[in-house]
C-alpha cells in the first residue's frame, strides 16, 4: 500500500500531456526515421568562442572522478563496470573540447563511435545524450583543420533528425530546454531546407521554456545552482549563434534570450559562494557546469552583462521567486533555501533541504551542503537526498519530502510566509516555515528562524507546532577541514588549521551528539565531515536552537 501511495502522490503532480507521452513512451520507446541524406553545412555558427567547460590535464576519459584509458582503438562504447551516467558522459563527447586529447584521437573516436553504434543503440542513443553530442561535434567541426569528412557530417544530420522525432516531452525541464538548443545549433549548421525545419522546431521550443523555466528573479526553476548555469549557457550559446547568423531569427526573438540571459547571470553573480563557487542545493556538484566565472566572462561577451561594484557594506540577497536568502560580505556568504523543490511536475533533482543553508566565512565553507555523489538509484543517492544529510530538522524520523526512486518525489515540503528583514546594517533576521510535516498525525509545522551577525556568527532557532509530541533531529554538517572540540555539555569548539575560528553554542534542552556524514562536492568524490545532532524530545509546541560565534574576522 505505500508504493501504492507513493506513485499515486507522484503522479498527481503530472501535466496530463506528461502522462500523455509517458504511455506513448512506454508504447514506443524509441522511433527510428529512415536515414535521410546530407544538406549543405556552414563552416562557423558562432561569432564568439564558446565557453570551455572543466579541462582535465591529463589524456585520459575521465568524468565523475572515474577513469579509463584514452586509447580509441581499444575503447569499449559500452563497459560494464560503469554507473549509467559515466557511460552518458562517454557519449557526450565532451573530451571533443579537451585540450590534453590529441586531435587524431578525436578524429579516431568520432569514426569508432559512429561504426559501433547504429542508431537506437541503447546509452548512446537516449535524446539527453544525443543533444550534447550534437553540439560537441558541430563545435569541433568548426574547428576541424580542412574539410570535415562526409560520413561525419552524415551520422551527425541524422542524429539530428532521430532527436525531432524523440524529444523529452515526458520530462519536460532542462532535458527538453537541452534537446531544443541541439536543434537550433544543429539547425544553424546545416543550410538546407532540413536545416531550416530543425532551426524552427527548436527555437519555437527553446523560447517556450526559457520563459516558463527562468523565474523573476533570474534563478532556474529546478533550484540547483549547477543545473541553473547548465541552463544559462544554453542560453547564452544559442544568443551567440543568433547573432552571428541575424538571418535566422528575428530581433524579438534575440531580445527575449537577452533579457532572460541578463536575469540568469544576475542571479549566479548574487548568489556564488564567498569562495567563488556554487552552493550544493539540490542536485549540485562542482566541476559540472562551467566555472561561474567563465559564464559570467561569456555574458559580460555576448550580452553586455555589468557586474555590481564591490559594496563596502554587506549584500543582502533576497530572491523570492527562487527561495534564496541571505547576505554577501567580503569573504562571508550566506545563502538559505527557502523556495519550493523544483517544479510541481519535475521535481527529480529535489532534496530535502527545505530551510537548509550554507555558510562561508574567511573565504572558504564552514557549515556545508552534503552535495550529490551520483544518480544510481542505491543507498548514497537516498542517502544524500534525504533530510538528515541537509542543514535542516527532521521529525519523528521522516523526511520533509516522500523522495523515492532516484529521482521521484511524492509528497513534498511546501515553504509557507518566508521572510527576510534587515535590522540594521549589519544584521538581517530570516524566518519561514514549511508543511512538509503535517502528512504527521500530529500535523506538525516547522518554523525556522535565522538571525545572521555579519562578521559575528549566527543564530538559529527552529519551531515545531501542533499537536500530541514527537522527537526531532537538528543537523549542522561542517566541512570536513573542521575539528569540533568539545567544550562542555553544550558547546563545541571550531577548528580549522589547529585555529579556532568558531563556538557553537546548543540550547540546554537538548541534547547533542558529534557524528560523521558524506560530504560529496564532486560527483564520485565521498568525504566524511563532523556533524552535529541536536536531539528534542517533548510535547508540542518544541523548540531547538544553537548559536555560532565567530572567533575570528581574518583569514
Not at 546530407?38 to 568562442?49: H, P, Y
Not at 563497459?79 to 557519449?91: E, G, K, M, T
Amino acid at each position: 500500500m505505500r508504493r501504492l501511495g507513493l506513485y499515486l502522490n507522484t503522479v498527481r503532480w503530472l501535466r496530463l500531456s506528461q502522462l500523455v507521452w509517458f504511455v506513448y513512451r512506454r508504447l514506443r520507446p524509441v522511433i527510428n526515421p529512415a536515414a535521410i541524406d546530407l544538406e549543405e553545412s556552414r563552416s562557423s555558427i558562432a561569432g564568439v568562442a564558446f565557453v570551455k567547460g572543466p579541462q582535465p590535464q591529463v589524456n585520459e576519459l575521465r568524468f565523475l572522478n572515474v577513469s579509463r584509458p584514452a586509447d580509441p582503438a581499444t575503447i569499449d562504447w559500452h563497459p560494464a563496470d560503469v554507473s549509467r551516467l559515466w557511460l552518458y558522459n562517454l557519449h557526450y563527447f565532451d573530451y571533443l573540447q579537451w585540450q590534453a586529447i590529441p586531435g587524431a584521437d578525436k578524429s579516431a573516436y568520432i569514426e569508432s563511435w559512429i561504426g559501433a553504434n547504429p542508431m537506437g543503440t541503447e546509452g548512446a542513443w537516449e535524446p539527453y545524450t544525443v543533444s550534447l553530442r550534437i553540439v560537441n561535434w558541430i563545435r569541433y567541426f568548426s574547428k576541424y583543420p580542412g574539410k570535415v569528412p562526409r560520413e561525419w557530417q552524415l551520422s551527425l544530420i541524422n542524429q539530428v533528425n532521430w532527436l525531432g522525432k524523440n524529444m523529452e516531452n515526458h520530462i519536460l525541464a532542462n532535458h527538453l530546454l537541452k534537446n531544443a538548443k541541439a536543434l537550433v545549433i544543429a539547425g544553424a549548421w546545416f543550410k538546407g531546407p532540413r536545416g531550416k525545419s530543425f532551426f524552427k522546431q527548436g527555437l519555437d521550443i527553446f523560447l517556450n521554456q526559457i520563459g516558463e523555466q527562468f523565474l523573476a528573479d533570474g534563478g532556474h526553476f529546478e533550484r540547483s545552482p549547477m543545473y541553473h548555469n547548465i541552463a544559462l549557457e544554453d542560453c547564452l550559446d544559442v544568443y551567440n549563434v543568433l547573432v552571428a547568423l541575424p538571418e535566422l531569427a528575428g530581433a524579438q526573438s534575440l531580445a527575449r534570450i537577452r533579457d532572460i540571459s541578463l536575469r540568469a547571470l544576475r542571479f549566479l553573480d548574487d548568489t556564488l559562494a564567498a569562495d567563488g563557487c556554487i552552493y550544493l542545493f539540490n542536485d549540485a556538484a562542482h566541476d559540472i557546469a562551467p566555472d561561474p566565472g567563465l559564464l559570467i566572462d561569456y555574458g559580460q561577451c555576448l550580452v553586455e552583462y555589468e557586474r555590481a561594484p564591490t559594496a563596502a557594506r554587506p549584500v543582502r540577497i533576497s530572491k523570492p521567486d527562487s527561495g534564496y536568502y541571505g547576505y554577501r560580505h567580503g569573504n562571508d556568504s550566506l545563502l538559505i533555501d527557502a523556495g519550493h523543490i523544483g517544479p510541481n511536475y519535475q521535481p527529480g533533482h529535489a532534496h530535502c533541504d527545505t530551510l537548509s543553508y550554507e555558510y562561508c566565512i574567511n573565504g572558504r565553507r564552514l557549515i556545508v551542503d552534503s552535495g550529490v555523489y551520483g544518480y544510481e538509484d542505491d543507498a548514497a543517492r537516498n542517502e544524500l537526498r534525504g533530510t538528515a544529510a541537509h542543514n535542516t530538522l527532521m521529525v519523528d524520523g521522516e523526511e520533509q519530502s516522500e523522495i523515492w526512486s532516484t529521482f521521484r518525489v511524492a509528497r513534498r515540503a511546501r515553504p509557507h510566509h518566508v521572510e527576510l528583514s534587515q535590522i540594521d546594517a549589519n544584521r538581517i533576521i530570516f524566518s519561514g516555515s514549511h508543511d512538509g510535516y503535517r502528512r504527521l498525525p500530529a500535523r506538525i509545522t516547522h518554523t525556522r528562524s535565522i538571525e545572521a551577525r555579519i562578521a559575528q556568527g549566527l543564530s538559529v532557532s527552529d519551531s515545531l507546532t501542533g499537536s500530541g509530541s514527537c522527537q526531532a533531529e537538528s543537523y549542522i554538517h561542517f566541512h570536513p577541514d573542521a575539528e569540533l572540540i568539545g567544550c562542555g555539555p553544550h558547546e563545541w569548539a571550531v577548528i580549522f588549521n589547529g585555529e579556532e575560528q568558531a563556538v557553537l553554542t546548543v540550547s540546554e534542552d537538548c541534547s547533542v551528539r558529534l557524528d560523521r556524514a558524506a560530504y560529496c562536492p564532486r560527483f564520485g568524490v565521498r568525504l566524511a565531515g563532523p556533524v552535529l545532532v541536536l536531539s528534542g524530545e517533548g510535547p508540542l509546541p518544541l523548540v531547538l536552537g544553537y548559536r555560532l560565534d565567530r572567533r575570528m574576522t581574518d583569514a
